[in-house]
């Protein structure tokens, strides 16, 4: 049977979403349901979806007790993830106008599949703490329409996966087909987004680093902006700029540009994101 719901679109740098209010964790969408959503054409339109449900009213949010608030966050296709950058900023923006939390203090602590994420107000939005970095030492080749030869990518974990790969100028970014899915060998388990980087010159300017990406989403395809994945990639270029590296960072995307920085704390390097978030239109649809 057709259902109405009330939905309110927003986006962080161009990177868009679908968010639907359900704090009593009463919605059960389908993984179909959720890819009409963000359908262009058809449905509404989003690089992902945002439910807005509290954490104690979902399984999900018993791994995240210290939070009232669960960010349950879909791909645009559907498919379940992990965490999103945009997006929480996205959310935080939404609990703001709301109402339903207060971000003039300390900040507030969202729930998210990779564990909960501390959000605080900037001048020009929110920044999310994502928490202790990871990579590897592994190497994985990526294949990409417009690049010739495979190049190596670099695993870095910011709560989901990516793979960054550093291409030589300006060119070859642009050079790029991203309408078409990099190859990855090997593939990661579950898949990954995979990032291409090139530095500015000069790479650093006032003790700030500053790169420009595009990135390739898993469940979504090319987006004008990734949060997590803008945070990989200067995660990347600092571990290949050695030592001497800044922890602030300037990254330009198609969609705007964000920042990253990193704090040396007890448990090892904590990642922040920041950025702009909007909320642009609310209404309902008809779902079937």
């Given at each position: 049977m057709p259902q109405t719901i009330a939905f309110t679109k927003g986006h962080g740098t161009g990177n868009d979403f679908v968010i639907v209010s359900d704090p009593d964790g009463e919605l059960d969408l389908s993984a179909?349901?959720?890819?009409?959503?963000?359908?262009?054409?058809?449905?509404?339109?989003?690089?992902?979806?945002?439910?807005?449900?509290?954490?104690?009213?979902i399984n999900a949010g018993r791994n995240t007790p210290d939070a009232e608030w669960f960010m349950d966050y879909r791909n645009g296709d559907g498919s379940v993830a992990e965490m999103c950058g945009n997006g929480i900023r996205v959310f935080a923006r939404y609990l703001a106008q709301a109402g339903l939390a207060d971000?003039?203090?300390?900040?507030?602590?969202?729930?998210?599949?990779?564990?909960?994420?501390?959000?605080?107000?900037?001048?020009?939005?929110?920044?999310?703490?994502?928490?202790?970095?990871?990579?590897?030492?592994?190497?994985?080749?990526?294949?990409?329409?417009?690049?010739?030869?495979?190049?190596?990518?670099?695993?870095?974990?910011?709560?989901?996966?990516?793979?960054?790969?550093a291409l030589a100028d300006e060119a070859e970014l642009e050079s790029l087909d991203l309408s078409y899915q990099p190859?990855?060998?090997?593939?990661?388990?579950?898949?990954?987004?995979?990032?291409?980087?090139?530095?500015?010159?000069?790479?650093?300017?006032?003790?700030?680093?500053?790169?420009?990406?595009?990135?390739?989403?898993?469940?979504?395809?090319?987006?004008?902006?990734?949060?997590?994945g803008v945070t990989a990639a200067a995660l990347a270029v600092r571990n290949w700029a050695g030592e001497a590296a800044p922890d602030r960072w300037r990254v330009d995307v198609p969609g705007g540009t964000l920042g990253v920085r990193i704090e040396r704390r007890d448990d090892g390097e904590h990642a922040l994101l920041s950025g702009p978030a909007l909320l642009v239109f609310s209404g309902e649809i008809v779902l079937a």
């Open positions: 179909d349901q959720v890819a009409a959503l963000c359908d262009r054409r058809f449905g509404i339109g989003g690089d992902g979806f945002l439910r807005v449900v509290r954490a104690a009213a971000f003039d203090g300390a900040g507030v602590a969202i729930g998210t599949r990779s564990g909960t994420k501390h959000v605080t107000r900037t001048e020009d939005g929110f920044e999310v703490d994502l928490g202790v970095w990871r990579t590897t030492t592994d190497e994985v080749l990526v294949r990409a329409r417009g690049l010739s030869v495979a190049r190596p990518g670099q695993p870095i974990d910011v709560g989901n996966p990516h793979i960054v790969v190859l990855l060998n090997p593939e990661p388990p579950h898949g990954a987004n995979v990032e291409f980087v090139v530095p500015a010159d000069p790479l650093v300017h006032h003790g700030v680093g500053a790169i420009r990406m595009r990135v390739f989403e898993r469940g979504v395809g090319e987006t004008l902006s990734c949060g997590t």
